[in-house]
C-alpha cells in the first residue's frame, strides 16, 4: 500500500530555496514525480525520476530544481533554488509503478495530500 507524504513546503523570498519530501513509497515503486497546482488552473508536471535516477524537469523549473531519490530511506526530494513568486502552488508527490519520466499527471495511481509552497516578491 502507497501512502504519500509531502513535508517542507513554507513562505519564502523571491530568491529562496526551499527543499520538499515525500515519503511513503514503497521498493516497487519505481516512477517518482513532483506536480504543483494553483487554484483555477490544471495541476501540471515538475519534476519526475526513475529507479535509477535518470529525470525530467519541466521548462519553467530546469536549472533551479533538482529531483532526488534516497531509496535506502524511500524518500523524494525536491530541492528549489532562485525561487520566483510564479512558482507559488500546492506541490504533489506522485507514484506509479511502471510509468516513468512522465509530467502527466494521468500516468500517476498514487498522491499525498500536497504541501503549500509560497514565493514573495
Known amino acids: 500500500q502507497v501512502h504519500l507524504v509531502e513535508s517542507g513546503g513554507g513562505s519564502v523570498q523571491a530568491g529562496g530555496s526551499l527543499r520538499l519530501s515525500c515519503r511513503g513509497w514503497s521498493y516497487n515503486i519505481y516512477c517518482l514525480g513532483w506536480f504543483r497546482q494553483v487554484p483555477g488552473k490544471e495541476r501540471g508536471g515538475v519534476a519526475s525520476?526513475?529507479?535509477?535516477?535518470?529525470?525530467v524537469y519541466a521548462d519553467s523549473v530546469k536549472g533551479r530544481f533538482t529531483i532526488s531519490r534516497d531509496n535506502a530511506k524511500n524518500t523524494l526530494y525536491l530541492q528549489m533554488n532562485s525561487l520566483k513568486p510564479e512558482d507559488t502552488a500546492m506541490y504533489y508527490c506522485?507514484?506509479?509503478?511502471?510509468?516513468?519520466?512522465?509530467?502527466?499527471?494521468?500516468?500517476?495511481?498514487?498522491w499525498g495530500q500536497g504541501t503549500q509552497v509560497t514565493v514573495s516578491s
Open positions: 506522485a507514484a506509479d509503478p511502471r510509468r516513468c519520466l512522465s509530467l502527466h499527471s494521468a500516468n500517476y495511481d498514487y
Open positions: 525520476i526513475d529507479s535509477a535516477s535518470s529525470t
